[in-house]
Structure formats: structure tokens, C-alpha cells
T-cell receptor
Framework: SQTIHQWPATLVQPVGSPLSLECTVE??????LYWYRQAAGRGLQLLFY??????ISSEVPQNLSASRPQDRQFILSSKKLLLSDSGFYLC????????????FGEGSWLTVV | KNQVEQSPQSLIILEGKNCTLQ??????????LRWYKQDTGRGPVSLTI?????NTKSNGRYTATLDADTKQSSLHITASQLSDSASYIC??????????????FGTGTRLTIIP
């Protein structure tokens, strides 16, 4: 079976500090990978999606970047966090073996102080 | 502009009662419509997915309907349980080229079941 792991679950970071959220998928190969952000009271917003290693598309200009160094690893980063980066970040995957369903990780709560 | 609107924003019902959540969309060209359940602080979990040709799909006590002509969907929950308390998110996808699709998310309906 396929599983998706995302960490850390909770993060409190000062403004201007770097960020690294990691996501890995097990049990499949060549998945499509996604990073979403969910602000309070708002719908999920797609930040990045990747169809393969080093193939990443950005949906909105922002203070964040994403990398996919391995087939099943997706990393969300920032060099200098802003207060507005606070939110709930979700990694997700779809593709082979997902039956056209997008599966989400458990999410990471980021609070920038 | 592709949009997904859900109603009501929040709903409180007694345990054991039924309820129906609504989703209207303006996404085009339509590919499929999904309903997700999201517990507080957790990632969304897929409940149903329907394509253009499907007008109803069930998953246990959850039944989703789709009217592609009026661009409306509903999620009906039967005999609600306390564990049904969650946000329910309607997600509509549209094709953006061969084999690719993009998702548009609704803001969700917050459902609270009280004993």
C-alpha cells in the first residue's frame, strides 16, 4: 500500500529564519507531488506541483521554493520566513496506484513569530 | 474564473440525524468532482470522486450526487455520528492539457455533530 509522510507536524519559527518541510511517499513510483497551503477559513491553495525529479511548477509567486531531489521526496523551503508564511501546509501525491485520487499527508502547522 | 462555492459554511446537527452539504462550481472544462473530509489539524481524506458521467456515488453513510448540467453537487450524510464532525471540502478539477488537471478547492463546510 502507498503511504505519505510529512514532517515536522508542528513548527514555530522566528521571522527571517529558514524553513524546510519534508515529504516522502512510499509504495509507488513516479508520483505527482504537491504542496498546498491552507490559511484559516480559506480553501487549499496549490503552491507547487511536480511531475518528476527536478520538474517543479510554481503556482503562485511567493517567498517559498520547492525541490524534488528524489523520485518520492518533495521539500518545501524558504530562506527567510515572513509572518504571512504562517499556515497549515499539506503535501499530497497522485498518480500510479492512486486511482485518480489525490492523497494528502497529515500536514504541518507553521507559525512564524 | 474557476470557482467552487460550498454551503452552508457551518452546520450543527444532532447525532443520528441526516444532513446534506452543497457545492456549486463554475469550473470549466470539468474533469471530476471530489469530496474530502478533513479533521481539524489533519490532512484531507478522500470520500468520493465522480466524473462527468456519474451522478451518484456512495461510500458507506456518505452519498455524493453530481448534476453536471447545473454544476451542482451534494454530499448527504446518513445517520450522523460524532466522528463525522469535520470540515467537508468539495474539489473540482479541470483539464489543462493531455493527462493534466488542476484542482479548485472550496472553502469547506464545517460540520459539528452534537450528542
Amino acid at each position: 500500500s502507498q503511504t505519505i509522510h510529512q514532517w515536522p507536524a508542528t513548527l514555530v519559527q522566528p521571522v527571517g529564519s529558514p524553513l524546510s518541510l519534508e515529504c516522502t511517499v512510499e509504495g509507488t513510483s513516479n508520483p505527482n507531488l504537491y504542496w498546498y497551503r491552507q490559511a484559516a477559513g480559506r480553501g487549499l491553495q496549490l503552491l507547487f506541483y511536480s511531475i518528476g525529479i527536478d520538474q517543479i511548477s510554481s503556482e503562485v509567486p511567493q517567498n517559498l521554493s520547492a525541490s524534488r531531489p528524489q523520485d518520492r521526496q518533495f521539500i518545501l523551503s524558504s530562506k527567510k520566513l515572513l509572518l504571512s508564511d504562517s499556515g497549515f501546509y499539506l503535501c499530497a501525491w497522485s498518480g500510479p496506484y492512486s486511482g485518480n485520487t489525490i492523497y494528502f499527508g497529515e500536514g504541518s502547522w507553521l507559525t512564524v513569530v | 474564473k474557476n470557482q467552487v462555492e460550498q454551503s452552508p459554511q457551518s452546520l450543527i446537527i444532532l447525532e443520528g440525524k441526516n444532513c446534506t452539504l452543497q457545492c456549486n462550481y463554475t469550473v470549466s472544462p470539468f474533469s471530476n468532482l471530489r469530496w474530502y473530509k478533513q479533521d481539524t489539524g489533519r490532512g484531507p481524506v478522500s470520500l468520493t470522486i465522480m466524473t462527468f458521467s456519474e451522478n451518484t456515488k456512495s461510500n458507506g453513510r456518505y452519498t455524493a450526487t453530481l448534476d453536471a448540467d447545473t454544476k451542482q453537487s451534494s454530499l448527504h450524510i446518513t445517520a450522523s455520528q460524532l466522528s463525522d464532525s469535520a470540515s467537508y471540502i468539495c474539489v473540482v478539477s479541470f483539464a489543462v492539457g493531455f493527462g493534466n488537471e488542476k484542482l479548485t478547492f472550496g472553502t469547506g463546510t464545517r460540520l459539528t455533530i452534537i450528542p
